[in-house]
């Protein structure tokens, strides 16, 4: 079992930034892969970032590419996800997501582990 805890969510106006963590525990956090979903009122879950489980490659949803930067700190047991240049149409509840696996997924379906999600609004 992993436990999963996103953090660094709230309020920012539209240019700013805002960084979110995820804290797992329950395995070693290097056996799994993570990735950010999101979810506006009203839509769907959507794919934000994705990282593999070694940090060799990361994957972008078209519409935060060049803005939002996904890291991971094996040694910390973390991982981030730092939101640049944020607009409006990015406010969401952002969840945290894992799988034992060794490469992503963009799919919500493929990922076991689910954090409770927190909230970003971005004010225009």
């Known amino acids: 079992q992993v436990q999963l805890v996103e953090s660094g969510g709230g309020l920012v106006q539209a240019g700013g930034s805002l960084r979110l963590s995820c804290a797992a525990s329950?395995?070693?956090?290097?056996?799994?892969?993570m990735a950010w979903f999101r979810q506006a009122p009203g839509k769907e879950r959507e794919f934000v970032a994705a990282?593999?489980?070694?940090?060799?490659?990361?994957y972008y949803a078209d519409s935060v590419k060049g803005r939002f930067t996904f890291s991971r700190d094996n040694a910390k047991n973390t991982g981030y996800l730092q939101m640049n240049a944020l607009k409006s149409e990015d406010t969401a509840v952002y969840y945290c997501?894992?799988?034992?696996?060794?490469?992503?997924?963009?799919?919500?379906?493929?990922?076991?582990?689910w954090g409770q999600g927190t909230q970003v609004t971005v004010s225009s």
């Open positions: 329950g395995r070693t956090f290097s056996d799994y892969v």
């Open positions: 997501a894992a799988r034992t696996a060794w490469y992503a997924s963009t799919s919500a379906t493929r990922y076991d582990y």
């Open positions: 990282m593999d489980w070694d940090g060799s490659r990361s």
